[in-house]
């Protein structure tokens, strides 16, 4: 059984990367709606 910092650690580093993925998905949105306009 897992202990329970260990589960809140990857709680932690999986909302960071959740965040991480918003922010590339938004830049990424963002420079392509420039490039059409």
């Given at each position: 059984?897992?202990k329970?910092?260990?589960?809140?650690?990857?709680?932690?580093?999986?909302?960071?990367?959740?965040?991480?993925?918003?922010?590339?998905?938004?830049?990424?949105?963002?420079?392509?709606?420039?490039?059409?306009?």
């Amino acid at each position: 059984m897992l202990k329970k910092k260990p589960i809140l650690g990857s709680i932690l580093l999986a909302s960071k990367l959740l965040v991480i993925i918003i922010l590339l998905y938004l830049i990424i949105s963002s420079t392509i709606q420039f490039i059409k306009y």
